[in-house]
């Protein structure tokens, strides 16, 4: 999903919410906050407006009708009963009688604790601009009191060696980055049977090493990638500018891996799609006879395809964890790593201390040698 069309999508679903919510959307957008994250925000929202009702914290009967008095009603043990709730529940509920019957004959998969803390840090957003936002009638704050700030965070149920030990059998290291390209390039439409086929895949062959390469040669983000432009790309100096999650534009750095893939698809650009010249997304896809910018789903789709054929199948945000994983392993630095992903600290970048990998096996086997 590209940020256009997050923003579509969060429009729709924040005309039901109430004003005061809207607000905070508003003010979100004028900060520059990524609409894919408001996105995934909104949502949270809606699931948190909705138990409101269902568990008569609100006599409202639709949740545009839910107040400010609501909120400020609620206290700490309500918000922790919520966190409660989500740890407890299923992923997707069964709405109607007949599924609701047919899944209570088998237990239905809970959310992860990584999950719920990306709700309760959506809600603390929310609850930190209602505690700061200065109402215009009464000249006083939306909330009389914070009491998100009393609520703890999830703890993940995974220690990092073993979220490490997950992540690392779906990462392409060394040298099996490069013989993933490769495999792309000059094998992988061996395993194709159709005539059809093989023509769908040589007709974008040259943008999906592009798009491939570019992932593995910065480690960006899906939604960096889609969104980025054909000014975005500096060949000549080997930088990309994206923009970050959280609203700021950033350089980074493309490795050499990258660097003759998007030369070739960047001079066959125009000749693969006929974009017209208003038309500045940097990969593309022929849709209705038209050029347009090529969409998140089908490029997870096309990684996908590809990496199963290749090992394993994955998804860009692996592509990513190589990349990170790869980086902190030539140059032993978080901070080194944190600032080629985009992260604001190195919190989120200490998991790649726990990936064991070939010299951390090799280590232990010639422990006693």
């Given amino acids: 999903m590209n940020q256009q069309e997050a923003e579509r999508k969060m429009n729709l679903e924040i005309q039901s919410f109430p004003w005061f919510i809207q607000n905070y959307f508003r003010k979100k957008a004028g900060d520059q906050y990524s609409s894919i994250t408001l996105y995934e925000y909104a949502k949270e929202y809606r699931r948190f407006l909705q138990w409101l009702i269902q568990d008569s914290y609100s006599t409202a009967t639709e949740i545009d009708q839910i107040t400010l008095t609501d909120f400020n009603q609620l206290w700490p043990e309500d918000l922790e009963y919520y966190k ?3 740890l407890k529940s299923p992923k997707t509920l069964p709405e109607t009688t007949k599924e609701r019957f047919e899944e209570s004959h088998r237990e239905l998969p809970l959310r992860q604790n990584a999950t719920v803390q990306r709700a309760i840090t959506a809600l603390r957003s929310l609850f930190n601009y209602l505690a700061d936002a200065i109402d215009r009638k009464t000249g006083k704050p939306y909330l009389k009191y914070n009491m998100m700030r009393k609520v ?6 995974k220690t990092m060696a073993e979220r490490g030990a997950a992540i690392e059998k779906k990462l392409f290291l060394d040298e099996e980055a490069i013989d993933f390209l490769e495999f792309i390039d000059t094998k992988y439409v061996d395993t194709l049977a ?12 040259t943008r999906d090493l592009a798009i491939i390469a570019l992932f593995l040669g910065t480690g960006m983000r899906l939604s960096e990638l889609v969104n980025m432009n054909v000014a975005d790309l500096d060949l000549e100096h080997s930088e990309a500018r994206v923009f970050r999650k959280g609203g700021k534009w950033d350089m980074v750095v493309i490795s050499s891996i990258a660097h003759s893939y998007l030369v070739d698809y960047v001079s066959q650009r125009a000749k693969l799609y ?4 208003l038309e500045q997304a940097l990969f593309l896809t022929r849709y209705r006879g038209k050029a347009k910018r090529i969409a998140g789903g089908a490029i997870e789709a096309m990684v996908g395809k590809y990496s199963e054929s290749f090992k394993i199948r994955v998804s860009p945000h692996k592509l990513r964890h190589s990349v990170a994983t790869q980086l902190y392993t030539k ?39």
Wanted: charged share 20%.
């Fill in 84 to 86: 409660g709730f989500l």
């Fill in 152 to 157: 703890a965070n999830v703890k993940d149920n």
């Fill in 194 to 205: 159709s005539r059809q086929a093989k023509a769908a895949f040589y007709k974008n062959k």
């Fill in 274 to 277: 006929q974009p017209t010249e």
């Fill in 331 to 369: 140059t032993n630095s978080l901070v080194q790593v944190a600032e080629q992903l985009g992260q604001s600290g190195t919190s989120a970048t200490t998991i790649y201390t726990h990936i064991a990998g070939k010299k951390k096996r090799e280590a232990m086997n010639d422990l006693w040698t």
